[in-house]
C-alpha cells in the first residue's frame, strides 16, 4: 500500500511517435491541491486523463492508492472511477439532458438512491453552485461560467474523493473567475478532498495551491510552494509567471 | 491502394472486435429494459412513415414486374403468391435495411460521435459509469428490434400496394390476387425474410455504433463518421444479403435431401 493519493512512475506519452511528455515522476498526497502550469499545447489537458484513468500513458505507470489504474480490470476501475470527478476543459455537459438531469446522470446510474434523494441532491448542488434557476434550461442555453458551475457540480455529485479541475476559469471574467475558485475551495474543505487543477492564471494558482508544477518541454518541473515557485531559479518558471515576451519560453528552438 | 486495402481490413476487424465487445457487455451486464424499449420506441416512429410508404411503392413495383412475367404463361393467378413471396423473402427486408441505414445509421453514429468528440463519452466513463452498457447496448438493441417491427409494418403496406397494382395494373380482383398467396408464401419464405431482417439490422447497428464512438477530431471527424458509416452499411448490408441467401440455399438443399 502505497502512502500517496497518487503516483506517476515514468509516465511518457507519446502520439503518432511524437514524444509530448517524456518520463514524468509525480507524487501526490491525500488532500493536497496540486496546481498544473504551462503554456498552452504543452500537454497539460493529456496529462489530468492519463492521471485520472481517461488516457493511457505509452510508458510508465499510474498509481491511485497503490493500485495500478491501467492494469487493475476494468470493474474495479469503474469503481475507482466512482471516487474520481472530473471537471474537462470544455465542460464536456451532456447537452441532451437538463441542467438538473446532468446532476442527476451519475446519481441515477452509479447509486441506488431514491427519486426524493436524487431530487434533494440536485436541488442541494443546484444551489452550491448558485444555478437554482437554470434547473430546466439545457446547457446550451446558460452562459459559459455557468456552463463551468454546472460541469463542476456534475463532477461532485457522487462526493469524489479526487477531483480534476481542467481549467476551471478559462474564458471567465475575473469575478466569476474568482467565485469559482472560492467554489471550488469551499467544496475541497467540506469534502476534504485531493484536487488536482489546472489553470494559467497565476493569481488563481497562487490562491489554490499546496503544490504548483509546470509542464514544458515534455517535462513536469515540480516548483513547490507559492512562495518556492515565485522564487523558482529556472528562467522558463520565472518567464511564465511574469509573463515576459523574452525568455526561453519564447526564443525559437 | 495497399494502403486502403490494409485500411479496410483494419476497420473490419475494428468492427467484429466491437461486436463482441457489444455481445460480451449484453451477455455480462446488460442495460435496463427501459432503455432498450425507449430507443426502439424512438427508432420505430422516427422511420415509421418512410418504410411504410416505400413498402408500399416496392409492393406495387414488384406486382407490376411479376404481371409482365406471369402473363406470358397465362398464369395471373399465380401474381400475388409469386409478387408477395418475392417481396417478404428479400425486397422487404433488403429495403428496410437501407431506410434505416439511411435514417438510423447516420442518426446513430452522428450522435455517438458529437459525444465522443465533445468529450462526453469521456465524461461518462469519469463518473465510473460505462458507456458500452449505457449508450451503445441501448442504441443497437433498438435498432434490432425496431427494425422487426417496421419489417412489419413494411411488409404489411408492401401487401397492399401489392394488391392494389393487381386490381388496376394486372385487372384481376381482390380474391384472385390474395388466393395463392398462403399456398406460395410459406412458413419459410417468412422465417427468410425475418432472419435476413435481422442478420441485416445486425450488421447496420454494429457499424453505425462503431463508427459514432471511434469518431476523433472534431466536426470534421464526426462528418466523416457519418459517411463512413452510410457507406460501410450499405457495402455491409449488401454482403450480409449475399451471405445469407448462399447459406439459406444450402440450408433449404439439405433439409430438401436434394
Ligand atoms: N487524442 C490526441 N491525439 C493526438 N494528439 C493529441 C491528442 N490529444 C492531444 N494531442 C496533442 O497534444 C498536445 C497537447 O495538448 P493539450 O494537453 O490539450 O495541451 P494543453 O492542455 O497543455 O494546452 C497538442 O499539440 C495536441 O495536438
Ligand atoms: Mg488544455
Not at chain 1, 510508458?59 to 495500478?68: K, R
Not at chain 2, 460521435?113 to 442504441?139: F, S
Request: charged letters at 15%; hydrophobic letters at 45%; proline letters at 3%.
Amino acid at each position: 500500500m502505497s502512502q500517496f493519493e497518487i503516483e506517476c512512475r515514468g509516465v511518457s506519452k507519446a502520439f503518432d511517435d511524437v514524444l509530448l511528455l517524456h518520463s514524468i515522476q509525480l507524487q501526490i498526497s491525500k488532500g493536497e491541491t496540486f496546481v498544473l502550469i504551462g503554456p498552452s499545447g504543452q500537454g497539460k489537458s493529456v496529462f489530468l486523463k492519463i492521471l485520472c484513468g481517461l488516457m493511457p500513458p505509452s510508458q510508465g505507470e499510474v498509481l491511485h492508492q497503490g493500485d495500478n489504474l491501467y492494469q487493475i480490470s476494468d470493474s474495479k476501475r469503474n469503481l475507482k472511477m466512482q471516487d474520481i470527478g472530473m471537471l474537462f476543459q470544455k465542460n464536456a455537459l451532456f447537452d441532451s439532458l437538463t441542467c438538473a438531469e446532468n446532476i442527476a446522470f451519475p446519481l441515477r446510474e452509479i447509486t441506488d438512491q431514491s427519486e426524493a434523494e436524487i431530487q434533494d441532491k440536485i436541488g442541494h448542488f443546484l444551489e452550491a453552485v448558485e444555478l437554482p434557476h437554470a434547473r430546466d434550461l439545457y446547457p446550451h442555453e446558460i452562459s459559459g461560467g455557468m456552463q463551468k458551475r454546472l460541469g463542476i457540480a456534475r463532477a461532485l455529485a457522487l462526493n469524489p474523493k479526487l477531483i480534476f479541475y481542467d481549467d476551471p476559469t478559462a474564458g471567465l471574467d475575473p469575478i466569476t473567475s474568482r467565485t469559482i475558485i472560492d467554489l471550488i475551495l469551499q467544496l475541497r474543505e467540506q469534502n476534504d478532498s485531493t484536487v488536482i487543477a489546472i489553470t494559467n492564471d497565476m493569481g488563481r494558482a497562487y490562491q489554490m495551491a499546496d503544490r504548483i508544477g509546470m509542464i514544458v518541454d515534455r517535462e513536469l518541473i515540480i516548483t513547490g510552494s507559492v512562495a518556492d515557485t515565485k522564487s523558482h531559479a529556472d528562467p522558463r518558471v520565472s518567464q511564465f509567471i511574469n509573463g515576459d515576451l523574452s525568455g526561453p519560453l519564447t526564443e525559437a528552438q | 491502394m495497399l494502403v486502403s486495402l490494409n485500411n479496410i481490413i483494419a476497420d473490419i476487424g475494428g468492427g467484429v472486435i466491437f461486436f463482441k465487445q457489444i455481445v460480451w457487455q449484453g451477455l455480462t451486464k446488460p442495460c435496463r429494459l427501459q432503455e432498450i424499449t425507449d430507443q426502439t420506441w424512438k427508432v420505430t416512429i422516427q422511420s415509421m412513415s418512410t418504410t411504410a410508404m416505400a413498402g408500399f411503392f416496392v409492393g406495387g413495383i414488384s406486382t407490376i414486374q411479376f404481371t409482365m412475367q406471369v402473363k406470358q404463361f397465362g398464369a395471373l393467378g399465380y401474381l400475388g403468391g409469386l409478387a408477395t413471396s418475392g417481396t417478404i423473402r428479400e425486397v422487404g427486408p433488403l429495403l428496410i435495411a437501407f431506410m434505416l441505414s439511411g435514417k438510423v445509421g447516420a442518426y446513430t453514429s452522428a450522435e455517438l460521435g458529437t459525444m465522443k468528440v465533445t468529450e462526453q463519452i469521456d465524461a461518462i466513463r469519469c463518473l465510473g459509469a460505462n458507456p458500452m452498457q449505457e449508450l451503445i447496448l441501448p442504441r443497437f438493441l433498438g435498432i434490432i428490434s425496431s427494425s422487426f417491427f417496421l419489417l412489419v409494418a413494411g411488409l404489411l403496406m408492401s401487401v397492399l400496394g401489392g394488391l392494389l397494382m393487381g386490381i388496376f395494373f394486372a385487372g384481376i380482383n381482390v380474391h384472385e390476387y390474395l388466393r395463392h398467396i398462403p399456398t406460395i408464401v410459406a412458413g419459410g419464405s417468412v422465417l427468410s425474410g425475418l432472419f435476413k431482417c435481422f442478420v441485416f439490422a445486425v450488421v447496420l447497428a454494429t457499424i453505425c455504433t462503431y463508427k459514432g464512438y471511434s469518431a476523433s477530431g472534431g466536426a470534421k471527424g464526426v462528418g466523416k463518421a457519418v459517411v463512413n458509416t452510410a457507406v460501410a452499411t450499405m457495402v455491409g448490408i449488401v454482403v450480409a444479403d449475399w451471405l445469407t441467401s448462399v447459406i439459406g440455399d444450402s440450408v433449404t438443399m439439405v433439409y430438401l435431401g436434394m
